[in-house]
């Protein structure tokens, strides 16, 4: 026994230390950025100059009267400059054109938000409620695009002067997007006030995006030097537009030395690049292989321990997504909290409708097993039905709680969903659950006794039937948390059940039949298998792939990748 | 009328059916159609109340095909004990074969009148036929095909399943995998097989309307035909030695393989045979229900497949067509009367034969008829005595 | 009439039927056998014994080919190494297996059992067309009334009790017109009567047939009086007369002593 136990036990153990480093990175993350929060940024105030001469409704007046795009950008700048408290506001009401004016004498800026009577205004200078106006009493003030990109800029300089790191991070990255020189002295004095290494290389960035135009060689060469730290992809677009050679041979870009080290950082960037997908793609195919793990592990006790083809795996499933939308519609204001709940419920529910099942059918038919792949494929029907009836045929939507969205960022080729890798945990604690339940404790104890020798069970006073009923019920209550997993991620509807029966059967087959560390080494693999194969064959090819791989594997070896071996095994 | 008896008694088929009375009557039957349903349809005038509406001969040639279908699982399941959950692979096979043909035969009266191309493909701007639709337009390769197609994946799926011994649930998750890989493949537009919507839209076989009664009074007795050809087929293979050895292998396996049989063989060629039988029936059905599409690969109408036998009675033959017409005409009906009942019904069909029927109508009518038996035997002596 | 040469053929020219050597398989680490020598002289009666988990059945099983060994030889006729064949091809090179449990193909006639079992060719084809020629026929009459189930020929053989079910299957086995017989407990679940009767056939049978019997019931044993091979923890422990064989104290050690 202990030669066949120490492969998947050595890929369990090595998966372990993985995911500690993991989280123990994101700690360390974590840290470094609480501190740069902590540390006040005071350089705002003095770094611009109040433009002390007007006052804003003066300026504002300009801006309604200027007509002409100079006149426009002028104004604009003045805002811009000044400390006025409205400024940020007003040009971000600008840019998305949302900033009115009325038809009063004198005219007022205002704010306008679309209506069902015309528009309901407020104003720019105070932000008061103004009431609703009809769609003729006020009219906008028009930008073009080079004011846009004007406004852009701005507010991305004014961004970069916020006290939060969120805030100055997305600002500099807006600059990227659009580098023009006049932000040159803007960025620079950033760069030398910026506390946090994060918004210091995009910033960084974004000046070599501005520099990398210059006519002088050495800034230029600086500018490539300062993109080797990222792996922006408009960066890699940039630097390889000037490898491109024209008809006659000659390089989009004329310095020779400039397009050199412009093609040596682009080669590190897209070897490092290389690296992260495949990093991404890893990452994917652990979370898809943890929702296999998922779908298939309450397979792996019913079929795989007890022998049962359920059929109506899926629909239990189904069940446990309903129990969740049910809970979500029980308490909708505290979404955030719901699914917490749903997930012993759901377990509940899957699970008792897993032991009616078991006392009503299967019961009978052991020992048949193709006869029971039927019987419970009838209550498969039925179950689909009945939701069908009670829900409407109709998919229903469940929300996400918060802090299921949002992604960790760890480069710019590089992030990772919190969905995605809370479900890679969640996977891993329900197996560890499972197997602590049928390892150390007395319940599970008696589930494999009765799975090996029933008879000799039977006469040692264990129920065999309670038992059986148990495990069935177990199986059946995890595909229920398998089915909370899965309302996070696909339409809750009576059909949810059927596209995952087939893929967790094959994810058991293919680990082998009675082992739960092969099925975790199948989902897992499958999973990893399916994403590396997506991007040259296309999701539903790689599907097809994994399918006709197993297949074929099975003809190798019938009883999957770690059967159970021995004489008996075979009768 | 008795010299002919003799004759029938003597001929392969009067030998395969004398001791096969539910047979014989089943193959009365599925004559007294081909003859009878024309006959109403065609030659009882549309105003009669003795007139058959053309849509019945055409929902019965659905069942007849269906039928066919059920018998190529049963002989299979039933006395090889191999339980495909993949079948309908074979039949949608068969039937894309047909369309194929019946594409082609399109020809300009398409849509966008391209005589070389079939709509889907000017749709998606293809400029040539793909290879592996030359051919079809011919109409006797196109059923050459419909029978080769299936029995060349029936053949190297059944090669190397039961050569590596793959065998009871191991099988049937493998099957139906493969029909999910099918389902997923004839999807894809790429692939050339019209992909979501199918091939449809199709105008004549041979020069004649599939729209016209005639044709489809064709279409039928050939159904019916081709049904009762196939149980005499399946009747003989399952008297012969042959038929004896697939016992032996759905009952004690290792045995046969013991007593020196290959047992890879036996069953691969069964196998072959059955995916055959489904693929003509999926031919037979595309022209009468004038469409086929990737639905008929889907895992869940092969099971139904397996319902309708075990419904009927494994093992029989005749439960299979019998169980094939039975639960179609249920679901025919209950979908129309009741939809919302009809999965409910199916479901509890499932649960319900295998509990409580575990030789489907054919076991109930016999334990019946052998109880009556045991009561008449029984009640003899009393008349006697009294 | 067949492929297979009628039994007693070569027995002059050949030194062993069946000869293991060295033979040894292990399941995750467990030796089932280990390192286990056999020979069987050609129409030899054969009786091994031995205590549960001694590795008998996976004899059997190396024997027929449905394991293999990991190591040693398994040689049959001499010249043929059995290692290399399936259990289809063992049984067409003569070499009949009845099963611990008994095994007939219960939804079929005695009859048709014993007609499977016939000898001949197994190809498909030949089974599609086969029509029973009177020879055969014979033949197969013969053998049901030397199982002594004549009277019943044409039920079907789920009908027949645990008892004769194992006649019937030894019965297949002489259909099968095999060299070397491999019998795994025809005695078990038998009355004392049935035992007698069985080992009476047996002896009947050995008359032209090379036979091995795996057996737990000492009666039985003696009333086979032949060799007898003690296995235990998958090797030889001691061989010889019952009588020798039961005087020798590792073998008394290992059936009585715990």
């Not at chain 1, 006040?40 to 105030?45: G, L, R, T, V």
């Not at chain 1, 997506?534 to 599907?543: D, R, T, Y």
């Not at chain 3, 020598?37 to 190396?62: F, Q, V, Y």
């Not at chain 3, 090179?93 to 001949?120: H, M, Y």
Request: hydrophobic share 50%; with cysteine.
């Amino acid at each position: 026994m202990d030669n066949a136990m120490t492969l998947p036990r050595y890929i369990f153990r090595s998966a372990l230390i993985v995911l500690l480093a993991m989280a123990a990175l994101a700690q360390a993350d974590m840290a470094t950025d609480s501190v740069v929060q902590g540390a006040q940024i005071e350089s705002a105030d003095s770094a611009i100059e109040a433009s002390a001469e007007m006052s804003v409704e003066e300026v504002f007046a300009e801006l309604i009267a200027a007509r002409s795009t100079s006149a426009k950008t002028d104004t604009i700048q003045k805002i811009a400059n000044s400390d006025f408290p409205q400024a940020q506001t007003v040009l971000q009401a600008l840019q998305e054109g949302e900033l009115y004016y009325t038809k009063a004498k004198p005219p007022v800026l205002v704010f306008a938000v679309n209506h069902p009577d015309g528009y309901s205004i407020s104003s720019a200078l105070n932000g008061e409620d103004l009431g609703v106006v009809g769609l003729r009493d006020v009219r906008k003030v028009s930008i073009n695009n080079a004011l846009r990109n004007l406004l852009r800029g701005l507010l991305a300089e004014m961004a970069l002067r916020s006290e939060s790191v969120d805030v100055r991070l997305q600002a500099a990255k807006n600059l990227i997007r659009s580098p023009a020189e006049e932000y040159l002295p803007a960025i620079e004095k950033a760069i030398a006030n910026e506390t946090s290494d994060k918004v210091l290389v995009s910033l960084r960035l974004a000046e070599g995006m501005i520099n990398i135009n210059s006519d002088e060689q050495t800034k230029r060469l600086a500018a490539i030097e300062a993109f080797s730290d990222t792996l922006d992809s408009d960066v890699m677009s940039l630097l390889a537009g000037m490898q491109i050679q024209d008809a006659d041979g000659n390089y989009q870009e004329s310095d020779e030395v400039v397009r050199l080290a412009a093609a040596e950082v682009l080669r590190d960037m897209k070897a490092q690049a290389q690296l992260y997908k495949i990093v991404e793609n890893t990452f994917f195919g652990l979370s898809l292989g943890s929702v296999l793990l998922l779908t298939a592990v309450g397979l792996a006790i019913t079929f795989g321990v007890m022998g049962v083809i359920n059929m109506a795996h899926g629909e239990m499933m189904m069940l446990g997504a309903y129990t969740t939308y049910v809970i979500q519609l029980i308490m909708p204001n505290y979404i955030d909290y719901s699914i917490i709940v749903a997930i012993p419920a759901a377990f509940l529910v899957s699970g008792l409708v897993g032991i009616i099942i078991e006392r009503g059918i299967i019961r009978h038919l052991y020992g048949r097993p193709l006869e029971t792949l039927l019987a419970t494929f009838g209550v498969s029907l039925i179950l689909q039905q009945a939701v069908r009836s009670i829900f409407s045929p109709l998919n229903k939507s469940v929300t996400a709680p918060s802090w299921l969205s949002g992604s960790w960022e760890i480069n710019g080729a590089l992030s990772l969903t919190y969905n995605r890798l809370y479900i890679i945990v969640f996977s891993l604690v329900v197996l560890a659950l499972l197997l602590f339940v049928l390892k150390k404790t007395f319940v599970g104890l008696q589930m494999r006794a009765v799975t090996q020798n029933r008879a000799m069970a039977n006469s040692m006073g264990i129920r065999t039937g309670w038992v059986d009923a148990l495990t069935f019920g177990l199986g059946s209550g995890i595909a229920g948390i398998a089915g909370v997993a899965l309302s996070q991620l696909t339409n809750v509807g009576p059909n949810l059940g059927q596209s995952y029966i087939i893929d967790s059967f094959m994810v058991v087959v293919f680990g082998g039949v009675g082992n739960l560390f092969g099925t975790f080494f199948a989902a897992m693999s499958l999973g990893v298998a399916n994403k590396f194969l997506e991007p040259f064959a296309g999701a539903v090819l790689a599907k097809i792939f994994v399918l006709v791989f197993i297949i074929l594997f099975i003809q190798w070896r019938p009883r999957g990748l770690f059967a159970l071996k021995g004489r008996f095994v075979e009768d | 009328m008795s010299k002919f008896d003799d004759v029938f008694k003597q001929s392969l088929i009067g030998r395969l059916l004398q001791s096969d009375r539910a047979g014989t009557w089943l193959l009365g039957a599925l004559l007294a159609l081909a003859v009878l349903v024309p006959f109403f349809n065609l030659v009882i005038p549309a105003d009669s109340f003795l007139h058959l509406p053309t849509y019945l001969v055409v929902l019965m040639g659905k069942y007849l095909c269906y039928a066919l279908l059920a018998l190529a699982l049963d002989l299979i399941w039933g006395y090889c004990g191999i339980l495909s959950l993949g079948h309908g692979a074979f039949f949608a096979l068969g039937g894309y074969a047909m369309g194929m043909h019946l594409m082609r035969q399109i020809g300009d009266r398409g849509v966008y009148g391209n005589a070389e191309l079939p709509d889907f493909m000017v749709f998606l701007n293809w400029t040539e036929l793909p290879w592996y639709w030359y051919g079809f337009d011919n109409f006797f390769f196109a059923m050459f095909m419909v029978a080769l197609v299936p029995a060349a994946l029936a053949f190297v799926f059944g090669w190397l399943a039961f050569r590596s011994r793959v065998t009871g649930v191991y099988l049937s998750i493998i099957t139906q995998a493969m029909t999910y890989a099918l389902l997923l493949a004839f999807f894809r537009n790429d692939m050339g097989f019209g992909g979501n919507n199918g091939l449809t839209d199709f105008k004549d076989i041979l020069g004649f309307s599939l729209q016209s009664d005639g044709t489809r009074n064709v279409l039928f007795v050939l159904s019916a035909l081709s049904v009762a050809g196939a149980y005499v087929l399946c009747r003989a293979i399952v008297s012969s030695k042959y038929g004896r050895v697939l016992v032996a292998i759905r009952d004690a396996e290792s045995r046969t393989r013991f007593m020196g049989y290959r047992v890879e063989h036996f069953k691969l060629f069964v196998f072959v045979v059955s995916a055959m039988l489904a693929g003509i029936a999926g031919a037979l059905y595309v022209p009468q229900v004038g469409i086929i599409n990737p639905g008929e690969f889907s895992p869940v109408n092969s099971i139904e497949i397996v319902i309708w036998v075990a419904v009927g009675g494994r093992g029989t033959l005749f439960g299979a067509v019998i169980g094939a017409i039975v639960v179609n005409y249920a679901k025919t009906y209950f979908t129309g009367a009741f939809p919302e009942v009809w999965l409910f019904m199916l479901g509890a069909l499932f649960v319900i034969s295998t509990l409580y029927l575990p030789k489907g109508i054919v076991g109930v009518v016999n334990q019946y008829r052998e109880r009556l038996a045991v009561k008449n035997s029984a009640n003899k002596p009393q008349e006697l005595s009294s | 009439m067949s492929a297979v040469p009628k039994p007693g053929y070569h027995f002059e020219e050949m030194q062993s039927m069946l000869y293991l050597n060295g033979v040894t398989k292990s399941f995750d680490g467990f030796k089932a056998i280990n390192n286990l020598s056999l020979d069987i002289a050609p129409g030899e009666l054969r009786a091994i014994i031995g205590p549960n988990g001694a590795g008998k059945s996976t004899m059997m099983d190396i024997i027929t080919g449905k394991t293999r060994p990991d190591v040693g030889e398994v040689r049959f006729r001499d010249s043929i190494d059995l290692t290399r064949y399936d259990e289809a091809e063992i049984a067409n090179l003569g070499i009949g297996r009845k099963f611990q449990k008994p095994t007939v193909i219960e939804s079929l006639s005695l009859w048709d059992n014993l007609e499977l079992a016939l000898a001949g060719n197994r190809s498909v084809v030949k089974a599609l067309f086969h029509k029973l020629s009177g020879e055969q026929r014979d033949r197969i009459a013969e053998v049901i009334e030397l199982v002594g189930l004549a009277k019943r020929a044409q039920e079907l053989a789920g009908n027949l009790s645990h008892g004769q079910k194992q006649w019937l299957e030894i019965g297949m086995l002489i259909m099968q017109e095999p060299e070397l017989l491999l019998v795994d407990e025809p005695a078990a679940g038998m009355t004392d009567q049935e035992t007698m009767e069985t080992a009476a056939l047996l002896k009947e049978i050995n008359r032209d047939h090379t036979i091995v019997v795996v057996e737990h019931d000492m009666d039985f044993i003696k009333a086979l009086d032949s060799k007898v091979t003690v296995l235990h923890e998958g090797s030889v422990l001691a061989e010889g007369r019952l009588e020798v064989v039961s005087a020798n104290p590792r073998v008394i050690e290992v059936y009585l002593g715990r």
